[in-house]
């Protein structure tokens, strides 16, 4: 099993449905983090957490909310889709320390229609 | 703030030819810095870190030095494959208690046969 699990791994939505992208990981770590991935744009952090009652707005946080259900569980809401929320979405885990990088998913591919 | 600068591509070089991906970086104090590979329909994956001035990071035939001096990171690779098309992002991450990794917006490597 992957290290960590983003569910689904493809999405297709109609505008204004709630939608929720799930994310675990097995990897024991505390810190964990939402990006979207757009072409050009590179990827941008919509939410981050440090601990299970740590959760923090990145820079496109608008539109978007989270909810970390426990260390290993860390989910992204979209509570009103829009079209311009299409992008490819990732969840990535880290350990406590910068010397350390990130762990990524797979990403989820979502589509607003 | 801190951030990333890397070239834009796409890049498209032949196989068995030189490959430098140039990368510098604005930051605060010392920052560790990271080369992620993102391959297609996948995440992103570390390819190499450094984490102190003059280290070099190395992985696959990849290396970049960390250059203080110039705020620099580039990578490298001698003798470039088919395989090495993919999406190749520069990062850093700083050491405080915020120390998120900021990402550039990544350069797409094309390798023709």
């Known amino acids: 099993d992957a290290d960590v699990t983003q569910t689904p791994r493809n999405r297709i939505t109609k505008t204004g449905k709630r939608i929720m992208l799930e994310c675990s990981q097995t990897?024991?770590?505390?810190?964990m983090y939402w990006y979207r991935q757009d072409p050009g744009l590179g990827l941008r952090l919509i939410y981050y957490?440090?601990?299970?009652?740590?959760?923090n707005k990145g820079e496109i946080s608008d539109g978007y909310s989270v909810s970390r259900q426990a260390q290993a569980k860390f989910s992204l809401s979209l509570e009103s889709a829009i079209p311009n929320q299409t992008a490819l979405y990732f969840c990535?885990?880290?350990?406590?320390?910068?010397?350390?990088?990130?762990?990524f998913g797979s990403g989820t591919r979502l589509t607003v229609v | 703030g801190d951030s990333v600068t890397q070239m834009e591509g796409p890049v498209t070089l032949s196989e068995e030819a030189f490959l430098t991906i140039n990368c510098t970086y604005t930051?605060?104090?010392?920052?560790?810095l990271f080369w992620y590979v993102q391959y297609p329909g996948e995440g992103l994956q570390l390819l190499l870190k450094?984490?102190?001035?003059?280290d070099k990071g190395s992985n696959k035939g990849f290396e970049a030095t960390y250059r203080k001096e110039t705020t620099s990171f580039h990578l490298e690779k001698g003798s470039v494959q088919v395989s090495d098309s993919a999406v190749y992002f520069c990062?850093?991450?700083?050491?405080?208690?915020?120390?998120?990794?900021?990402f550039g917006k990544g350069t797409r490597l094309h390798i023709l046969p």
């Open positions: 990535a885990t880290s350990e406590d320390d910068s010397y350390y990088g990130y762990t």
């Open positions: 957490s440090f601990d299970v009652k740590d959760i």
């Open positions: 450094a984490t102190k001035a003059d």
């Open positions: 990897k024991g770590h505390d810190r």
């Open positions: 930051a605060t104090g010392y920052p560790s």
């Open positions: 990062a850093l991450k700083n050491r405080n208690r915020d120390d998120k990794i900021i």
